[in-house]
Each structure stands twice: as structure tokens, then as C-alpha cells.
């Protein structure tokens, strides 16, 4: 879809970007405060964050509580939502083109001028309790914390994270919303038909109840390089590993795509040379792997779940073809068919004002960069097979990496899954 975008930066010391696609019927936007579980007061009421995201559609100015404010809200079928990271706190709402000025009220009046109150926060520890309950049945959501606690972050596993809700008062909640909820530590995104719209949204914008605030910074974790562990799980007869090699420092764009062109050539696909080389075999269903940019680092990640009695033989795979990539075996090929890929889903995924939005918000949120959408074609015709081997070995010189598995397996499997891995290194 075709559109528009201008950042804007609001008196009250906002930013924000507003995305004009001409004849949308839908509005799309994004609010995100740096209110996250890092920047909880103290580390013994961390899930004070995700608690008071559970309640930001509850009792609040103009509604008494959650139920009246939902009917209100999703009467002619409006959405919204939103959701906590270890930094980030986001509300996302989508509605139709004629009542954007009404949606954009009501998510005025639950992000600035909440009514948090006793009964509400019981209720929601009691549902956050349940939520992070179920995640210990989810293999992934019990390995990656661990590792990142491996590697040195200071973060909780959603075991520690469930002994913090007991903890946190109603005071809590609004000492928390008070100080991550202002005007410097908002950014947005918004997409629709704006077109003689804007400076009415910037005034609606500018009209919210906020303190000036700060922008606050990512916190900065120091890596480390972290011996193997096992999550002993009695009742999985497979293992849902995890492979995460880290760099202190964050990677530029250009080196954001040429990741994604070797994450491509080595998983991507049913023919990529691990993941298409596990199939073929049938050592694995699922193999994965992924680069992630922070604000202070940045990582490459191996994961999946496979059978105990394959696993070897899939990690003989994966060091095979890291070996490869590290010594320059990487063909114009594989390159060209990575762009092509690429340029297809590239295409593919502005079909709707959503994905519009979604496409820049990551990366604003961040760190304020505005992604040139029009650029990204010819910036991926860029990639060369010299600089992908040169980051790939940068990943591995640095040697701050751990790997960690989840199932019914013995440690000294892991140990010499471990073993094999490591010799990427040497």
C-alpha cells in the first residue's frame, strides 16, 4: 500500500510518526512508554510493570471499570490491546476510519488518567499469576530467560518473576505509571488516512495529561560467556534447545540485512543448509535461527526442539555449516536468492495499514531511527558474501556465547552438545 510518513515531535516533548495511507477505512496506532520490567523501583516487585499493563483498561476518568470501558471501546469493533517486554510497554489499537477521533479519546483517557484501585489489582495479580503459570508449560519461555541470566542480563525467569506478584501494592502501581508514563518517555506511530488530519491529531496529542519526563535509557548489561545448562523436564521426551552468541555493541543497518541473508541461507527455508539439510534426514521438524539488534547489543540465536536420539546429528549439521560460513563458503547464489526473498516478503508485507505500522514501529521504538521504505530494495541489492563471513566471525571472536536445552535429557548430553558447538570457536 502506498503512503506517507512524517515524524513529528510534540511540545510537550513527544515524538511520533504519522503514516498517511490515502483511502485506508482503518486506523492503527502505537503508544510505547521504556516502562518495562527493568524499570520496575526495585527488583523484588518486578512484575509491577506487567501488572499495571493488565489494568490500563480498567477503572479510569471517564469509566467506573474494565467491562464498561470495553463496551464502550469495541461497540462498532474496535480492537485493542497491549503487552509488557523486559523494556518496552506498548497499547495497540485498531478501529475504523470514521470513529479514529472517538478510539483516540478513549486510549487518551486510559493511558493518562487511570483510577487504579484495590479490587482491580487483586484481580489482575490473580490473572498475571495465571498467565506466567502457563508459561512454565512453554519450553521457549523457560529456556530463553535462563540464558539471558546466563549471559549475564539482569532479567528474572518467569518462575522468579511469579515470586514478585504478591509483593506489589497499589502504590506501587501508580509510583510506576507516574514516573515511566510521560510525555519525553512516549513515542508513537500512527497510520490511516491522515490527510488534513494531522495538525487536529498533533493537538489531540499535545492535549494529553502527561509530566514532561525523561526519555530513559536501555539498561547496559555486561556479557559474559556461560557454561551449559540443562532445565530438567520429566515429562518431555525431546529437547527444545538454545544456542545465543552475543556482541556488546549494536549492528547498523546494513549489518542488520546481511544477518538476515545468512539466518536466510541457514534456516530459512526447506532447502537452507540446516534447517532443508535436518529435514531432508528427518533429524528435526523445527529448527530455527535469528539475529536481534538492541540498543546496546547484539545477538545471533540457534534454537528448536528435536528428538534426543537426532540431536547429535543435527548439531553435527550446524557446526558443519557455521564452519562453512566462517571460512567464506558462502555462494552469489545463495545471495541472490536471499534477495529475492526477501524482496518478495518485503512486498508482501504492506498489505494492510497494520503492517504498515508494524514495519516502522520496532525500529522507532528503539531508538527513534525512521526506516526509508522506499530505499529497502535497492539497500538489499547491497549485501555482499565478504561481509556476512566478516560478521559472522566477529559473532564468534568475541566468544560470549551459551547454550542451554529444556526435556527429559541428561546433563552429559548437553555437555557434549556443548563440546561440538564450541569447536566453532577454536
Known amino acids: 500500500m502506498k503512503h506517507t510518513i512524517e515524524e513529528v515531535r510534540l511540545k510537550n516533548g513527544a515524538r511520533g510518526l504519522l503514516i498517511d495511507v490515502p483511502g485506508a477505512t482503518v486506523m492503527s496506532s502505537q503508544f510505547q512508554f521504556r516502562a518495562g520490567n527493568r524499570y520496575a523501583k526495585d527488583k523484588s516487585i518486578e512484575q509491577v510493570a506487567h501488572i499495571m499493563e493488565h489494568m490500563a483498561f480498567g477503572a479510569n476518568a471517564r469509566f467506573k471499570d474494565e467491562h464498561a470501558f470495553e463496551a464502550d471501546f469495541t461497540r462498532n469493533g474496535a480492537y485493542h490491546n497491549a503487552y509488557t517486554t523486559d523494556i518496552n510497554m506498548v497499547y495497540v489499537a485498531d478501529c475504523a476510519d470514521f470513529e479514529w477521533d472517538r478510539i483516540l479519546e478513549l486510549q487518551q483517557v486510559a493511558i493518562t488518567q487511570p483510577k487504579f484501585n484495590n479490587e482491580e489489582l487483586e484481580s489482575e495479580k490473580g490473572n498475571v499469576k495465571s498467565e506466567l503459570t502457563g508459561y512454565l508449560n512453554n519450553h521457549n519461555r523457560l529456556l530463553w530467560p535462563k540464558m539471558q541470566q546466563m549471559l549475564g542480563e539482569d532479567v528474572l525467569t518467569f518462575r522468579q518473576r511469579l515470586g ?3 509483593g506489589v501494592s497499589l502504590s506501587d502501581i501508580r509510583e510506576h505509571h507516574r514516573r515511566t508514563h510521560t510525555a519525553e518517555n512516549m513515542r508513537f506511530v500512527i497510520s490511516g488516512k491522515l490527510k488534513g488530519r494531522k495538525a487536529t491529531l498533533t493537538r489531540m496529542l499535545e ?6 519526563g525523561e526519555r530513559f535509557e536501555v539498561p547496559l548489561d555486561v556479557h559474559k560467556r556461560a557454561n551449559p545448562t540443562l532445565i530438567k523436564r520429566q515429562e518431555s ?12 555493541r549494536k549492528l547498523n543497518d546494513y549489518e542488520a540485512d546481511v544477518m538476515h541473508f545468512l539466518n536466510h541461507i541457514l534456516t ?9 539439510a535436518a529435514r531432508k534426514k528427518g533429524l528435526a521438524y523445527g529448527v530455527f ?4 539488534l538492541n540498543e546496546r547489543d547484539s545477538s545471533w540465536d540457534f534454537g528448536g526442539q528435536v528428538n534426543l536420539e537426532t540431536v547429535e546429528a543435527l548439531f553435527d549439521i550446524i557446526v558443519r555449516e557455521l564452519k562453512n560460513t566462517l571460512k567464506g563458503d558462502i555462494t ?3 545471495i541472490e536468492t536471499a534477495k529475492q526473498y526477501t524482496l518478495g516478503r518485503y512486498q508482501m508485507g504492506a498489505q494492510t495499514v497494520a503492517q504498515i ?6 525500529r522507532y521504538f528503539s531508538d527513534d531511527f525512521v526506516r526509508n521504505y522506499e530505499a529497502f530494495p535497492s539497500e538489499i541489492t547491497k549485501v555482499k558474501a565478504k561481509d556476512i563471513v566478516g560478521l559472522a566471525n566477529e559473532f564468534v571472536t568475541t566468544d560470549t556465547w551459551t547454550l542451554a536445552g ?3 535429557a541428561e546433563k552429559e548430553l548437553i555437555t557434549r552438545l556443548h563440546e561440538k558447538f564450541a569447536t566453532i570457536f577454536q
Open 207 to 212: 492535549s494529553w495529561d502527561l509530566d514532561r
Open 237 to 248: 521426551p525431546n529437547l527444545t534447545f538454545g544456542a545465543s552468541l552475543v556482541i556488546d
Open 332 to 334: 552469489e547464489a545463495e
Open 164 to 166: 514478585t506478584i504478591a
Open 289 to 292: 535461527s535469528d539475529s536481534t
Open 406 to 408: 529444556v526435556g527429559n
Open 268 to 276: 530459512g527455508t526447506t532447502f537452507s543448509r540446516i534447517y532443508g
Open 357 to 362: 505500522s508494524n514495519f516502522y514501529a520496532g
